[in-house]
Every structure is written in structure tokens, then in C-alpha cells.
């Protein structure tokens, strides 16, 4: 088979390491540190990105020292070199190279994960209200001797390059900004002046490894706002650095692009990548980073010369394995990353891992590697009812674990719930994900799939099946507590029935997340829409998901109305009481968004059909892909044990 990705794989040498194509597996924090050791969780998280194919594998970040964490400290201490070293080898085994990401956090660092006072360019009190103070040049030598110190532990520990944060708004990326950087010394000021610490640090480093690691930066490209630091400064920048480093990753400040959700554009900061590589001042291999979604994509942007290689997180959270795929042309089996957040939403404290697509990713250790499904012990004649995303992982997972597998499906085509997305183009990694997921089944010999076909109790006991797993999804809730409710449609009738989208003025009953999306989605068709909220808009939905979801809010000119109790509608539009007084929102349609419920009605009808019985997905609670997703995919690991 021909190379579909003749520059993806291209291999490349660095500092005499051999990359065996163009692919950075970027870091992530995992939050799994017990009282400053890692735990075997990251061994197996690691590991999957450099068996999935990966060239360079990074451990998520690093504190240097106590003082500079804005997540658990990590410490590092020679009680901590095995599971290091073990997460070294574990990377090595597979052939890639073992990165780890040093970072200081600076002025953001989190007063609960350290113990020292917090240290930055200025003293001063931070938006988050806490106290930092400006570092003196005793301090500056203590930062870059720590961040030395960890690149040779590291380097003890068998790691082959260390990724030193110079972005994101972290120390090294808070004195070269010329909005943070408010400094009258040597280190603030001109550009010359800011970069001193920041090049000091990547001195102090290379002195320390010789030419035993390769060094590389992660760089913001630009700071996104006015006035910030600019491509022409980080070019400027790399330019000096690559006396020391031997390689850089292009990345963004401002949150909102850091961790793109799936309303900021893909490759998001490859203007950036392109404008440094025009200035032909940077010499050494730049990595592009941020929202490239796919092999092609990362394809494309190589053979344009923008990048010499890419950095995918979420894309190799999602599949781990997509290098690997691409490699075998196994393209239609890459599981794409939808940009929900919901790997990294919430606050840092509680973080709690998990992939709406991907069961298995941060958790291997416990679950083992998804590529790696053994087959079943009894072989058996299951039957899986409903082609959401729970039903197809279901009978995909079944399917290869050499099950006789069919999946019943009662619409004309595969999909499910997801498919509103089709043609909802504020949301195109949906529309990835339900191309995905209408291809996917087929691809399995011992996988039939029938469409057009509702289960009932008759057809469930004619198929006689050892093993079914309900998969129906859930409900929508009606809105009966709303005098006049049947005037009004429920919110995927948006999507599925758009004939019933009348007029230009349109109102959505409730602001959760559901409502507010498909406001967006009429606002971008041209509509004019009001959504109406008791309590306030998106509850429950994470920072940062939410900060795209209120952009497109924003771009679109949608009106949120809080604390609005929606009492009636009419003909003219809804009923609502704002300060015990009543407000008449005119409106040409109207929807509701209150709610799905779980939908366990055939379940109950059938449970006696076979041996063994599962429902999951929305069908068993409602709840969002990724439990559906999870559900499916655990639930097929369990058939034919007995
Ligand atoms: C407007 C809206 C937006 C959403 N956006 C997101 C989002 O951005 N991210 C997220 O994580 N979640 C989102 N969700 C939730 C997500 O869609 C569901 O959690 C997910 O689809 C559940 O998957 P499932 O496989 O359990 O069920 P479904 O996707 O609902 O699939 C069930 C399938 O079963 C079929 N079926 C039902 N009865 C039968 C039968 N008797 N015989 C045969 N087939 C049958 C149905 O036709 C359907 O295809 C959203 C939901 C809504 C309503
Ligand atoms: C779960 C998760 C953890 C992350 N942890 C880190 C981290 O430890 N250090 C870091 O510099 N960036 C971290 N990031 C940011 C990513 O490395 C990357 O910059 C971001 O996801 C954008 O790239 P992508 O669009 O390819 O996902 C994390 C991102 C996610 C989703
Ligand atoms: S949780 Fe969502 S954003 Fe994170 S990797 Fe999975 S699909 Fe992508």
C-alpha cells in the first residue's frame, strides 16, 4: 500500500535521534499524582501514544520546583525515578521518544499546590486575587538551576528530550510578554530584555545535558491580544533560543485558543507557524500545534511548508492510535475528537479524565489498550438494538472480539442522536464524528446491520440472540408544565424537522446547553433568537467549552434571557414572569429544550429474551455520548465469558 502521508511520515533527525516520522504527542496533565509521585496511570497513558505510532511521546507538565505548580507537584526525588524511568521505557519500548514538559507557573501558580511564595516578573496581586511577588535576579537563578536540575533528572530517568513551557502564560511566557512584563530592569522592557531570563534558563539547561538530550520549547506564537507578544517576537525569540534548543512547537496564549472547543477554526494557529517561518530566521524544526484534527489536515500543512512537523493532543486522546491507522490506511477507523473538553473541562482540583469517544485512554492501566481486544472466550449471536454512538461501539466491540454481531436500527440511517449535527455547521467535528460512525460498522465481515428495522418484542424473540444490549437512547421530555406546550416543538425538530422552523423570530424555552447550541445554530441560518432561561444559561457546562459556545452566542447576535419563568405559550409567542411582572416574547416558533429522559421501555419488554440482557446509553440514563460511548464499548467487553 502506497504512503497516504508521505510527510507525516517523513522521518527526521534531531541532535543525531532518529524521529521516525513527523508526529509530537503533546503533553497532558493527567491528575493522576498521589502525595508527589505519578502513578502507574501515566504509564499506560503514555504508552499507548507511542505504541498508537507517535515519533515523540511528552509527559504531560512538570513542575520544576515548589513555588511554580499550578497542578499537583510532582516531585522529583530519587524515590521517583522508577515510575519515571518506567514511563521512559514504556515510550522507548514502541519506538518513539520519551519527552517530559518542564514548566514553571509563575504568577499563575495555584497557592494550594505550593508551598513557597508565589514568584513572577512583578509583584503585584493577580486577577485570581493572589499575592505575587517580582522576582530578584537570586530568584531567576534559582529557577533556571531547577529547571536544569529536572532536565538531568529526566535525563537519569532514560528521557530523550525535555520540553521546556516558554507559552501559555506561564513563567517564561510572563517575561517575554509585554503586557505582563512590567519590569524597568534588565529583564523587562525591549524585547532583547525580556527574552534574557527566558534564554537564560535554556542556557542553564543545555550546559547542564550536553548533548545528551534534546531540548525543545513550547512557544506561544502569539499572545492574541493588542499590543501582546507577536509571531515576529517569537520568531525573533526562536532565533536566539536555537542556540540551545533543537527544536520548537508552536502553540497560542488566550485560553480560548489554548484549548480550542470545536467553535474555534482548525489548525488555529498555523498563520502564526507560517508568519515565523517567513521571517527564515528559525533554523531548527518547527512543530505546529492546535486543533489539526486529522492526518490530513496535518498532511496538508507539511507539504505547504507552514511546519516541519505536528503536535496533536486531543486528536491522540481520542485515538491513540490514528498515526498508526493513517500509516496502515485505515482512515475510516480513526475516531475523531469532537473538541468538547470534556478531557480537560472543570476545575484543575477535581479533574477526573475521561474522553467522550474513548473508554480507554488515560485509564489503560486498568482497562487495557483498545487495539489490543482479545477474543471472546464463548463466541456468541449477539443483537444490538439502536445505531447511536452506544450502539455502534457496542457492536464494533463485539464484532471484534469475533462475536456473530447485528445491529438493529430503526431510521434509514446510522448515527442516532448526534446526527442534529449534519447540518449544523457551527459543530463540524460532529459532523466528523457521525461520518465516522456511519461508516464504521461496516467495515466488519461478522457485523450486519439493518436499517429501517425497529425492534419489537416479536422481531427480538424471532432473531433469538444469546446476548442483547439496548441501545435505544432516550426521550426528549415534553414541556406539559407549560400551559400551551403543545404549541411549541421539542428542540431536535430544530435539526430533524426544519419545515417546523417557521418565520424569522424564533424562541427557545430553557439555556442548557441543548437550547443555547441550537440557538446558535438558527442565529447562523439568518434567524433572529431569543432563549429564554429560569435560573441562568449553560449550567453545568465546563469554562472552556462554555467560552465557545458564548462566542458563537456573541458572532450570531443570540439573546439570553435568565431568570425568565416561561408560564404559557400562545400564539404570538411565550408567556414569561421576570420580577412578578409579565413579558409577552413575540415569537413565529417556538421550541423547548427542558430535557431527555432515559427510555428503558423495550428493555423492560425484553429483558427475559435471552440469556443476558444490557441497556446502556441514554436508553439506560440519559446522559451525553461519552457514557454512551463507554457504555457500549464496556458492555461488549463482557459478552462471552460464560
Ligand atoms: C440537541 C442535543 C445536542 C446534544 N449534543 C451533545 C454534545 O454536543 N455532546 C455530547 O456528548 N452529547 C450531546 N447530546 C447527547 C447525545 O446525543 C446522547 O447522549 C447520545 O447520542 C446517546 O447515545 P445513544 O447511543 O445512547 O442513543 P442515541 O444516539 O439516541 O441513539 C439511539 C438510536 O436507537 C434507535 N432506536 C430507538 N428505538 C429503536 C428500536 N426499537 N429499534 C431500533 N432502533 C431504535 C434510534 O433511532 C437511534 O438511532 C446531545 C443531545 C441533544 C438532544
Ligand atoms: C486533558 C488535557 C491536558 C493537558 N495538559 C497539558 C499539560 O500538561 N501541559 C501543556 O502544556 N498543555 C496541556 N494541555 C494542552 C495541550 O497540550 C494542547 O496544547 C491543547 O490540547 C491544544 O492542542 P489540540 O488542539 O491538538 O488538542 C492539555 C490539554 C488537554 C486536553
Ligand atoms: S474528551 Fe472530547 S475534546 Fe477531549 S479528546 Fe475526547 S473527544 Fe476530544
Not at 104 to 116: D, L, M
Not at 126 to 146: F, I, L
Not at 403 to 430: C, I, Q, S
Request: a negative charge; proline letters at 5%.
Amino acid at each position: 500500500m502506497s504512503n497516504l502521508y508521505p510527510h507525516l511520515f517523513e522521518p527526521l533527525t534531531v541532535r543525531g535521534r532518529t524521529l521516525r516520522n513527523r508526529i509530537m504527542s503533546a503533553p497532558n496533565m493527567l491528575f493522576q499524582v498521589y502525595k508527589g509521585r505519578p502513578t502507574d496511570y501515566y504509564v499506560g497513558y503514555l504508552e499507548h501514544k507511542a505504541k498508537g505510532g507517535a515519533a515523540i511521546v511528552n509527559l504531560g507538565e512538570v513542575p520544576v520546583m515548589d513555588g511554580g505548580s499550578h497542578t499537583p507537584i510532582i516531585d522529583l526525588l530519587p524515590e521517583n525515578w522508577n515510575i519515571f524511568g518506567e514511563m521512559a521505557a514504556a515510550i522507548k519500548q514502541h519506538g518513539a521518544l520519551a519527552s517530559i514538559e518542564l514548566t514553571h507557573a509563575g504568577r499563575r501558580g495555584r497557592p494550594w499546590y505550593n508551598t513557597k511564595q508565589l514568584k513572577g516578573p512583578n509583584t503585584e496581586i493577580t486577577e485570581a486575587g493572589v499575592y505575587v511577588e517580582s522576582m530578584t535576579e537570586a530568584d531567576m537563578e534559582e529557577v533556571a538551576t531547577a529547571y536544569a536540575d529536572a532536565a538531568e533528572f529526566a535525563l537519569k530517568a532514560g528521557f530523550d528530550m525535555s520540553l521546556i513551557h516558554t507559552g501559555h502564560s506561564w513563567m517564561l511566557f510572563q517575561f517575554l510578554s509585554p503586557i505582563v512584563n512590567k519590569r524597568t530592569d534588565k529583564y523587562g522592557g525591549s524585547l532583547e530584555n525580556r527574552m534574557r531570563f527566558p534564554l537564560m534558563v535554556l542556557k542553564r539547561v543545555r550546559e547542564r545535558v550536553g548533548n545528551k538530550m534534546i531540548l525543545a520549547i513550547r512557544q506561544s506564537g502569539s499572545e492574541r491580544v493588542e499590543g501582546g507578544f507577536t509571531p515576529a517576537d517569537a520568531a525573533e525569540f526562536i532565533s536566539k533560543a536555537q542556540e540551545y534548543i533543537d527544536l520548537v512547537e508552536i502553540t497560542t496564549d488566550g485560553w480560548v485558543y489554548c484549548m480550542p472547543s470545536t467553535y474555534v477554526p482548525w489548525a488555529t494557529n498555523r498563520a502564526f507557524a507560517h508568519e515565523i517561518k517567513q521571517t527564515g530566521k528559525v533554523k531548527i524544526p518547527l512543530f505546529l500545534l492546535g486543533s489539526i484534527v486529522s492526518p490530513e489536515l496535518a498532511e496538508e500543512i507539511l507539504e505547504s511548508g507552514d511546519a516541519d512537523g505536528i503536535s496533536f493532543s486531543r486528536a491522540l486522546i481520542a485515538d491513540p492510535a490514528m498515526p498508526n491507522k493513517a500509516r496502515a490506511g485505515r482512515i475510516d477507523e480513526i475516531t475523531p475528537c469532537l473538541r468538547c473538553m470534556r478531557c480537560t473541562d472543570g476545575d484543575n482540583a477535581t479533574r477526573f479524565f475521561r474522553c467522550s469517544v474513548n473508554p480507554c485512554t488515560a485509564h489503560e492501566t486498568r482497562v487495557g489498550f483498545m487495539e489490543d481486544i482479545t477474543p471472546a472466550k464463548y463466541k456468541k449471536k449477539v443483537l444490538v438494538i439502536g445505531g447511536g454512538p452506544g450502539g455502534i461501539k457496542a457492536a464494533v466491540t463485539a464484532a471484534e472480539r469475533g462475536h456473530d454481531v447485528t445491529l438493529w436500527e430503526k431510521k434509514d440511517v446510522l448515527g442516532g442522536t448526534v446526527r442534529y449535527a449534519v447540518n449544523d455547521d457551527l459543530k463540524p467535528d460532529m459532523q466528523r464524528y457521525v461520518k465516522y460512525l456511519e461508516k464504521l460498522p461496516y467495515r466488519y465481515d461478522n457485523l450486519t446491520v439493518k436499517l429501517n428495522t425497529e425492534a419489537t418484542p416479536e422481531l427480538v424473540e424471532e432473531f433469538g440472540a444469546d446476548h442483547i444490549i439496548v441501545a435505544t437512547g432516550g426521550k426528549p421530555i415534553a414541556a406539559t408544565f407549560i400551559k400551551g406546550y403543545e404549541k411549541a416543538g421539542e428542540i431536535l425538530d430544530v435539526y430533524f424537522k426544519p419545515e417546523t422552523v417557521k418565520g424569522d423570530n424564533i424562541t427557545i424555552i430553557g439555556g442548557g446547553l441543548s437550547g443555547v447550541e441550537a440557538g446558535a445554530y438558527l442565529a447562523s441560518l439568518g434567524k433572529k433568537v431569543t432563549v429564554l432561561e429560569k435560573f441562568t444559561c449553560l449550567p453545568g457546562v465546563g469554562t472552556t467549552y462554555g467560552w465557545g459556545v458564548m462566542m458563537a452566542v456573541q458572532k450570531y447576535g443570540v439573546t439570553l434571557i435568565e431568570h425568565a419563568d416561561v408560564q404559557e405559550v400562545t400564539d404570538e409567542g411565550v408567556i414569561y414572569e421576570m420580577n412578578g411582572e409579565k413579558v409577552l416574547q413575540k415569537a413565529d416558533s417556538v421550541f423547548y429544550a427542558v430535557g431527555v429522559r432515559s427510555n428503558n421501555e423495550l428493555f423492560c419488554q425484553i429483558a427475559d429474551k435471552a440469556p443476558f440482557v444490557d441497556i446502556i446509553g441514554d436508553a439506560a440514563q440519559s446522559a451525553r455520548i461519552g457514557e454512551a460511548v463507554a457504555g457500549g464499548y464496556f458492555a461488549a467487553l463482557d459478552i462471552g465469558s460464560f
